[in-house]
DNA sequence: CATCATAGCCAACAGGTGTTGGCAAGCGTG
DNA sequence: CACGCTTGCCAACACCTGTTGGCTATGATG
């Protein structure tokens, strides 16, 4: 059951369609035999080499936000920097759209949405503030914001916030997220 | 093919069972049999009553932001009222919540959102800055902001998003609404 | 060259989906 | 009362879903 470096273009194919079809479509709608067409593989060989749709999905739908170290910068720029390297990690990654078009719902993955901002964004700013008992409360803000933005510009694709330039968002959302990473209601 | 009131209470139960599994599960995953089941109706009754399941999910899917007049409070405070206007308003109604739980994955629910935050805010916005060429930016903004609380409050359930109070969140989230409406980046 | 695991393909299954039509019972209207 | 429309229920359709098993052929290995 183990497979050769013959299959690997097959298996390539195969988790490339999967993620923009995840990406595009969300969980349900995203359909094995759609995956398997757009990789030009037969769907029995999707199941073969994934196990079954939820595995693949869970392949698919692992993101990582990669945070900079937020304590190397000035306290009252982490807004900035926090706003200007999100905006980048998910503009040539689709993980995050993969996540959030079926976290809406599924349960497992609004689990690992979850997981995500309390595992790698909470944490960081617990250092950065010093204050571990409000951290919590601040990822979950900034997430608030964050993902509002995620959701508007690739999901819902409202026009004026697709039509702002990266820089625009970013001086318009900074201080947002400035204000509730170490800032006061 | 004229209902009478005999049929009433069905159709009603039926509408109200639409609404509950449409906003807890999605267009896809809320089947016209659970409907049905719920409703302790047939599921052809459902068919004949309101054609097929699109047109019923277009029934539940009508929200209305209901909006007080901003212009009534003085300008600074803009952002105070919105916010405790909005999150009281999407507390006691799950249409938001059905609209934006599709959405994600549907473009005609995607439509519906777009002409919302389009129609409804952005001519409001207008009239209190004054500025309509900035309006339609302001409102995008202030949907990021606002969808992004409801998507990780109602539908991510993110832990500390959920354990906030209403006065908690309007005390963090008014700030950032009133920038986004009049202030400048 | 002979062997064998693997890759690829085809057909089929079982289950669930939206949707349709027909038929008996009920109520209101003439 | 008798007619006719509405209501409710049952069964079935046609389609699509994830998933499985078996067949052939192909490439690597000895």
Redesign the interface.
């Given at each position: 059951m183990a497979f050769t470096d013959r299959s690997l273009p097959a298996r390539e194919a195969i988790l490339s369609a999967a993620r923009s079809r995840f990406a595009t479509?969300?969980y349900?709608?995203a359909t094995v035999r759609a995956i398997a067409a757009d990789a030009h593989v037969d769907p029995s060989m999707v199941m073969r080499y994934f196990g079954n749709k939820r595995q693949l999905f869970a392949l698919t739908a692992d993101f990582d936000l990669r945070l900079p170290d937020l304590t190397a910068v000035p306290c009252d720029e982490a807004g900035h920097a926090l706003a200007t390297h999100l905006i980048s990690r998910w503009e040539d990654d689709e993980g995050l759209q993969i996540l959030?078009?079926?976290?809406?719902?599924d349960d497992d993955a609004?689990d690992r949405?979850?997981a995500i901002?309390?595992g790698q964004l909470a944490p960081q700013i617990a250092t950065i503030t010093g204050d571990a008992t409000t951290a919590?409360?601040r990822?979950?803000?900034v997430?608030?914001?964050?993902?509002?933005?995620v959701?508007?510009?690739y999901?819902?694709?409202?026009?004026?916030?697709v039509e702002?330039s990266r820089a625009?968002i970013v001086?318009?959302?900074a201080?947002?997220l400035q204000?509730?990473l170490a800032g006061s209601?």
């Open positions: 479509d969300g349900d709608r959030l078009r079926t976290a809406t719902t609004a949405m979850r901002f309390a919590a409360t990822a979950g803000l997430a608030t914001q964050a993902l509002g933005l959701l508007c510009r999901v819902l694709r409202l026009p004026p916030v702002m625009e001086r318009w959302i201080p947002a204000r509730f209601p």
